[in-house]
């Protein structure tokens, strides 16, 4: 065993934490949750009241600006927003440069690198002016871009934002409509896709949030950030839940057949996981799937697909886990991934889309992190250490002499 001490000689003492269970990487005003009662609040905003009362421009300007807007900031925000919904007319010539049957996360990562190609003019990081703008342009274009890159993957015409949609609604009419019809966004569809936006707008330092302000502490741009915030998201264990808890549905297929994934992840020799289920922080409940199942029982009953067999397998497994010792003891309850997909399945959107929503939703509480790192004076560069557990000093030997 080496002693690390003497191996490294700089520190007495080193924190060994992998997985970050219990470090702390910053001090942050945006974000509070506290995982055993189940609380979430955005700038001291309780996620329920922001999920019933609010809507997600304003919890964007809430969580880039520390405060509630008034009238007159909300106005100024919601066109500073819209003046920036299209993006640039070359950028749709990066898409076509993906294969038609890419995942909409794939071409998300590199459209989204290739923002700092594109509008360069907002990419000095010392400049609070063009990090300003960076912000606005990102959280407005997002939608447009994920948008695009479904209608890319579904081989169908870019539909042009439209600034006199409100946000989500904005967002579903560049999904669903088709030039050769005419297509009403339906406003309890809009109010629902508000909804999931505003669950997901930030989660303190989660993984994704974490690599943003990791490649932020570099001086990297913030189309870059946000680009490697989007790649950490992908995972199934993070923002990929989604998608891969609606496969999992699928999988499963018929409600009898439930017993059969319970006991496979149970299974201490089997790698399955129920995705959807559990989470770092939350050990009671997570506040955000609380809200979201009311709006799916909503959703489903508009749409009238409750009897859908993927929604019917999913709330029987909800029902059947909930009473299942094993997760009882281990805390594992549904999280706010396993609604969202229920919801966006029932909306219309394929499975590969449900990440790309999440990212979207994200980027507001991806900024505000970076903005806040960038702007306080003692950031500096993020770089952890490590615990060398490799041989020992040793002396090369030749090629031909091993
Ligand atoms: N199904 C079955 N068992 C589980 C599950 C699950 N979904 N989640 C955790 N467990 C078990 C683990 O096997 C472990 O068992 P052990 O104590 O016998 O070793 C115990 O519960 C603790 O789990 P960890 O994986 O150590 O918990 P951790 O905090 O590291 O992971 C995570 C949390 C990644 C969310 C995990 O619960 C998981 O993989 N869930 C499924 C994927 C998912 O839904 N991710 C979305 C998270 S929310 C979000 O990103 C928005």
Redesign the pocket.
């Known amino acids: 065993v080496l002693d690390i001490r003497k191996l490294y000689g700089q520190a007495d003492v080193f924190t060994y934490d992998p ?1 970050f ?1 219990s470090t702390a990487s910053c001090d942050s005003t945006i974000t509070y949750i506290d995982g055993d009662k189940g609380e979430l609040w955005y700038r001291g905003y309780p996620i329920e009241q922001l999920a019933a009362n609010s809507n997600y421009l304003e919890v964007c300007y809430l969580l880039l600006y520390a405060e509630l807007p008034t009238p007159d900031q909300m106005r100024d925000f919601e066109f500073r927003v819209t003046r920036h919904t299209m993006v640039h007319e070359q950028m749709h010539n990066f898409f076509r440069g993906f294969r038609r049957d890419a995942h909409p996360m794939a071409t998300m990562v590199g459209v989204i690198g290739a923002m700092s190609a594109f509008y360069h003019d907002s990419t000095d990081v010392n400049d609070p002016w063009q990090r300003e703008v960076a912000a606005i342009r990102l959280i407005a274009k997002l939608p447009t871009i994920a948008a695009m890159a479904y209608k890319y993957s579904i081989g169908q015409p870019f539909v042009y934002p439209q600034n006199d949609l409100d946000y989500a609604s904005n967002f579903l009419n560049m999904c669903f409509s088709v030039p050769a019809e005419k297509y009403n966004v339906d406003p309890a569809l809009a109010r629902a896709m508000d909804r999931i936006f505003t669950l ?1 707008a930030d ?1 303190e330092q ?1 993984a994704s949030t974490s690599t943003v302000r990791l490649a932020g502490s570099s001086g990297a741009n913030p189309f870059a950030c946000i680009a490697a915030g989007i790649a950490c998201l992908w995972g ?4 990929g ?1 989604n998608q ?2 609606l496969e999992m549905l699928r999988e499963i297929g018929t409600v009898d057949r439930i017993p059969e994934f319970i006991a496979r ?2 299974d ?1 020799n089997d790698p399955f ?8 922080v939350y050990k009671n409940f ?1 506040p955000r799937a609380t809200v979201m199942k009311e709006s799916a029982d909503e959703v489903l009953e508009l749409l009238g697909v409750g009897d859908n067999p993927t929604l019917q397998v999913a709330k029987e497994l909800e029902k059947i886990a909930l009473e299942d010792e ?2 009882i003891e ?1 805390k ?1 309850y549904p ?4 609604y969202s997909g229920i919801i966006l399945e029932a909306m219309g959107f394929p499975t590969s889309m449900f990440t790309p929503i ?1 990212a979207l939703s994200r980027t507001v509480g991806w900024i505000a992190q970076w903005k806040e790192m960038i702007g306080d004076p003692q950031n500096k560069i993020g770089r952890p250490r490590q615990l060398y557990v490799g041989s020992a000093k040793r002396d090369y030997v030749d090629l031909n002499a091993r």
């Open positions: 997985g269970t997901h989660h989660n199934p264990a993070h923002g839940a891969a808890c992840a149970k201490k996981k129920l995705m959807g289920f559990g989470h770092r997570d094993y997760f281990k594992l999280n706010v991934d396993f999440f």
